[in-house]
């Protein structure tokens, strides 16, 4: 039961260095986000999507670029790294948006120097 | 604008102690959940409410939703070590699953 799978579990990048983040689920849900999680903030939604094909921004989405061109998985990119994206990243999937549960891959610790 | 506050933000206790924290908003929500987060690990529910007024018990945890669909608490009865993590409230608005910053909870043996 694999559930949410994120790619990688750690990573450094470099100040101005782009990257890709791989959310994969095999619950076969519709919706998908992106949240990052940082001391003191709580959980922020990054970007999300409803479907395959489509995206929608969260709270927090500037810096960040997704895609959802298979239902299974979702990519969120960063494509010039700053130091304030230093967090961890957590995918997740639900069955619906309301009164359903979301469930979340393990994170993945990202630091930019 | 933080649209569930959560309290307290760091609580310490003894094993055997109970407590109670909450998660406040000034919107009215459909339902609300409740997440436990371990080090390292991502948030699992532990609960939905979607009535106000609404007691839910899980063992030694008690939720209660508000009558007004506005809050929310926790209870622990007879805290154990194990008990010990991030709680999470969150719930859905404009946009799916809005978080709050979460209660962290330590049980001391």
């Known amino acids: 039961n694999a559930g949410v799978t994120q790619t990688p579990k750690f990573r450094v990048l470099k100040t101005g260095q782009s990257m890709t983040l791989l959310c994969a689920q095999d619950?076969?849900?519709?919706?998908m986000y992106w949240y990052r999680q940082d001391p003191g903030m709580g959980l922020r939604l990054i970007h999300y999507?409803?479907?395959?094909?489509?995206?929608a921004k969260g709270e927090v989405p500037d810096g960040y670029n997704v895609s959802r061109l298979k239902k299974q998985n979702f990519l969120l990119g960063l494509e010039s790294a700053a130091p304030s994206q230093t967090s961890v990243y957590f995918c997740a999937s639900s069955y619906a948006t309301t009164n359903t549960e979301a469930f979340f891959g393990q994170g993945t610790r990202l630091t930019v120097v | 604008t933080q649209l569930l506050e959560q309290s307290p933000q760091f609580l310490s206790i003894q094993e055997g102690e109970n407590l109670t924290v909450y998660c406040n908003s000034s919107?009215?929500?459909?339902?609300l959940q409740w997440y436990r987060q371990e080090p390292g690990e991502g948030p699992v529910l532990l609960v939905t409410v979607v009535t106000g007024g609404e007691v839910k018990k899980l063992k030694r945890l008690t939720f209660q939703f508000g009558d007004a669909r506005k809050d929310s608490s926790l209870h622990i009865t007879a805290a154990q070590p194990g008990d010990t993590g991030l709680y999470l409230c969150?719930?859905?608005?404009?946009?799916?699953?809005?978080f709050g910053k979460g209660t962290r909870l330590s049980v001391i043996a």
């Open positions: 999507s409803v479907g395959e094909g489509t995206t």
């Open positions: 969150a719930g859905v608005l404009n946009t799916p699953l809005v």
């Open positions: 919107s009215v929500f459909s339902s």
């Open positions: 619950m076969n849900h519709e919706y």
